[in-house]
T-cell receptor
């Protein structure tokens, strides 16, 4: 049973526009959420995180929104750049252990020039 | 720092052979994680260590898989005997002793079992 779901396997946007990547979770014990970015032949790299005590966290062009009642989070990238083209993973941790992360299957973002 | 180092980067082996994957975490990091990535199941946590001690191995798929961390700078993931369904990318990650979960991943080992 998938506890973290990224229902869109892929997303294509134009350079300069907004990219919105979505993630849903089912485990109410999750209280810490992260987004990772992965380029081909490389390991995932941390992008941004949010704790369940917040509903928004911003870092430059990247903003993560958390809707606890809907068990939904999203990553907004504004403006999108071709270098943002990668696979984005949503991850969740909690229940007393942020070390044990559960990852979604990822969304491939393609930003077209 | 060189980051998390994994070797080999690619491994091709025949079914039934023993496979050993290696990882060197970032110096000073207290936690080490082994993950497996497949198309079907995505990125799954297999096992993690704290100060060289295995803390949670509930993700290890079966007894054919074993992991060790003999010291703070080295860990191995062994599959014996290997099977075609073990084909995947295996990642190692590490973090310092912090309650936050920003894990630093290595580049991965792509394993193909024929």
């Amino acid at each position: 049973d998938q506890q973290v779901k990224q229902n869109s396997p892929s997303l294509s946007v134009q350079e300069g526009r907004i990219s919105i990547l979505n993630c849903d979770y089912t485990n109410s014990m999750f209280d810490y959420f992260l987004w990772y970015k992965k380029y081909p032949a490389e390991g995932p790299t941390f992008l941004i995180s949010i704790s369940s005590i917040k509903d928004k966290n911003e870092d430059g062009r990247f903003t993560v929104f958390l809707n606890k009642s809907a068990k939904h989070l999203s990553l907004h990238i504004v403006p999108s750049q071709p270098g943002d083209s990668a696979v984005y993973f949503c991850a969740a941790g909690g229940g007393g252990s942020n070390y044990k992360l559960t990852f979604g299957k990822g969304t491939l973002l393609t930003v077209n020039p | 720092d060189a980051g998390v180092i994994q070797s080999p980067r690619h491994e091709v082996t025949e079914m039934g052979q023993e496979v050993t994957l290696r990882c060197k975490p970032i110096s000073g990091h207290d936690y080490l994680f082994w993950y497996r990535q497949t198309m079907m199941r995505g990125l799954e946590l297999l096992i993690y260590f704290n100060n060289n001690v295995p803390i949670d191995d509930s993700g290890m798929p079966e007894d054919r898989f074993s992991a060790k961390m003999p010291n703070a700078s080295f860990s191995t993931l062994k599959i014996q005997p290997s099977e075609p369904r073990d084909s995947a990318v295996y990642f190692c990650a590490s973090i310092p002793g912090s309650p936050l979960g920003e894990q630093y991943f290595g580049p991965g080992t792509r394993l193909t079992v024929t």
